[in-house]
C-alpha cells in the first residue's frame, strides 16, 4: 500500500480539514465579520418631482450590550454624515442597563430630525434560541425578561425624535415636506395598521412608513395607502448566509430577494430593509452579512410622471472610520 493511502487515514485528514475550516469560520464570523461595521450607500429617485434631495441615514437592530464599545464608538462617528433625517426601526436593546450606551452612541444624532418605532428586543431581552427555529417562519414565539423601553423612549422623544408607532407624524426637514407614519412589531402582533389606516398628506414629497419588522400583510397596507417609502429592520441580512447564494432565512414573511437593500414592494412602493448593526448575544455570529448602517440620498422623481425604475443592484460598503 502507498504511504498515506490507507483509507482511514484520508477520512481522519479530511476530518481534520474540515474542522479546521470550520473553527477558522467560526472565528472570522464571531470576531471580525461582527465587528466590521460599513455604511451602505443609496440613491432613489423616490421624492415628488420638482423636490430637493433629502439625505436618510437608517439604523436599525444595535442590539446593544453595554461593554460593546467598539460598536459605542462606531455609531457615534455616524453623526459626522450631517443626515437630514435619521430613522430608527427598532431592537436597540439587548441587555437591561444598555440604554446609557444607546443614547450616548446615537449622540449628535438626537440632535438631528429623527423618527423611531420599537422592535421586540426593545420590549424583550433575548433569549437561547434553537437555530432551527429559525426556518420555520410561524414558530412560537419567546419572550425574555422586561426591558426598559419607557426609558428608552423617554430619552429619544426629550431630544426630539418623533415616536411613529400607531401615529402619523409630520415635518418638514431640507426643504422636503414628509408625512410619516409606522406601527409597532408586527413580528410580535403588536401592529394595529388600523389606527393610521388612510392616504397620508398629498402635498407631501415624501410618504414615509416605519415598521420593524417587514411583513407582508404591513406592507401591502402601507403601498395601498399610497406611501412612497417604508423602512424596516429585523431580519439581520440573513446574518448567516452563503457567498453566491445569499439569506438562507428572513426571519418573517418576505422572500429571500428582499432580505437587505432596496427594492420594490407592489406597482410604486420602494422597501428598504437594514441589515442591522448587531446581534443577538446568544447568537453572536455573522457571515457574508456584514452589520451596517445605510445613508440613502433620495431625489426626485424625473419630470414625466410613470413608473421609475429602483436600482437595485447592491451599492459598494464604506467602512466609517473615526
Given at each position: 500500500?502507498?504511504?498515506?493511502?490507507?483509507?482511514?487515514?484520508?477520512?481522519?485528514?479530511?476530518?481534520?480539514?474540515?474542522?479546521?475550516?470550520?473553527?477558522?469560520?467560526?472565528?472570522?464570523?464571531?470576531?471580525?465579520?461582527?465587528?466590521?461595521?460599513?455604511?451602505?450607500?443609496?440613491?432613489?429617485?423616490?421624492?415628488?418631482?420638482?423636490?430637493?434631495?433629502?439625505?436618510?441615514?437608517?439604523?436599525?437592530?444595535?442590539?446593544?450590550?453595554?461593554?460593546?464599545?467598539?460598536?459605542?464608538?462606531?455609531?457615534?462617528?455616524?453623526?459626522?454624515?450631517?443626515?437630514?433625517?435619521?430613522?430608527?426601526?427598532?431592537?436597540?436593546?439587548?441587555?437591561?442597563?444598555?440604554?446609557?450606551?444607546?443614547?450616548?452612541s446615537l449622540g449628535g444624532l438626537l440632535s438631528r430630525p429623527g423618527l423611531f418605532v420599537f422592535g421586540s428586543n426593545d420590549y424583550f431581552g433575548p433569549k437561547p434560541k434553537n437555530p432551527f427555529k429559525y426556518f420555520k417562519k410561524d414558530h412560537k414565539r419567546t419572550h425574555g425578561e422586561p426591558l426598559p423601553w419607557q426609558d428608552?423612549?423617554?430619552?429619544?422623544?426629550?431630544?426630539?425624535?418623533?415616536?411613529?408607532?400607531?401615529?402619523?407624524?409630520?415635518?418638514?426637514?431640507?426643504?422636503?415636506?414628509?408625512?410619516?407614519?409606522?406601527?409597532?412589531?408586527?413580528?410580535?402582533?403588536?401592529?394595529?395598521?388600523?389606527?393610521?389606516?388612510?392616504?397620508?398628506?398629498p402635498l407631501a414629497q415624501l410618504r414615509l412608513g416605519l415598521t420593524h419588522s417587514p411583513e407582508p400583510r404591513v406592507l401591502d397596507a402601507f403601498a395601498d395607502d399610497g406611501y412612497d417609502l417604508v423602512m424596516a429592520g429585523h431580519t439581520h441580512g440573513g446574518q448567516l448566509c452563503v457567498p453566491g447564494y445569499g439569506a438562507l432565512?428572513?426571519?418573517?414573511?418576505?422572500?429571500?430577494?428582499?432580505?437587505?437593500?432596496?427594492?420594490?414592494?407592489?406597482?410604486?412602493?420602494?422597501?428598504?430593509?437594514?441589515?442591522?448593526?448587531?446581534?443577538?448575544?446568544?447568537?453572536?455570529?455573522?457571515?457574508?452579512?456584514?452589520?451596517?448602517?445605510?445613508?440613502?440620498?433620495?431625489?426626485?422623481?424625473?419630470?414625466?410622471?410613470?413608473?421609475?425604475?429602483?436600482?437595485?443592484?447592491?451599492?459598494?460598503?464604506?467602512?466609517?472610520?473615526?
Open positions: 500500500m502507498l504511504p498515506g493511502s490507507d483509507p482511514s487515514s484520508r477520512v481522519a485528514r479530511l476530518a481534520a480539514g474540515a474542522a479546521g475550516a470550520a473553527a477558522a469560520g467560526l472565528v472570522y464570523s464571531t470576531v471580525i465579520e461582527r465587528n466590521a461595521f460599513a455604511l451602505r450607500h443609496v440613491t432613489a429617485p423616490i421624492l415628488e418631482p420638482g423636490s430637493s434631495s433629502l439625505r436618510v441615514l437608517h439604523i436599525s437592530d444595535i442590539h446593544m450590550m453595554p461593554n460593546q464599545h467598539l460598536k459605542q464608538a462606531w455609531i457615534s462617528e455616524l453623526d459626522s454624515l450631517e443626515p437630514d433625517l435619521v430613522v430608527n426601526t427598532g431592537d436597540n436593546l439587548a441587555h437591561p442597563n444598555a440604554v446609557p450606551a444607546v443614547v450616548q428608552l423612549r423617554a430619552a429619544f422623544t426629550e431630544r426630539g425624535w418623533l415616536d411613529a408607532t400607531h401615529a402619523v407624524r409630520e415635518l418638514e426637514v431640507a426643504g422636503v415636506r414628509v408625512a410619516s407614519a409606522g406601527v409597532d412589531d408586527p413580528h410580535i402582533e403588536r401592529d394595529r395598521y388600523e389606527t393610521i389606516a388612510g392616504r397620508p398628506n432565512v428572513t426571519n418573517c414573511h418576505i422572500d429571500r430577494s428582499r432580505v437587505k437593500g432596496l427594492s420594490r414592494w407592489g406597482a410604486s412602493m420602494a422597501l428598504h430593509v437594514s441589515a442591522g448593526l448587531g446581534t443577538s448575544p446568544y447568537a453572536p455570529a455573522r457571515f457574508s452579512c456584514r452589520p451596517e448602517a445605510t445613508l440613502l440620498t433620495l431625489t426626485a422623481v424625473p419630470n414625466g410622471g410613470g413608473d421609475v425604475d429602483i436600482d437595485l443592484t447592491l451599492p459598494s460598503l464604506e467602512v466609517v472610520t473615526s
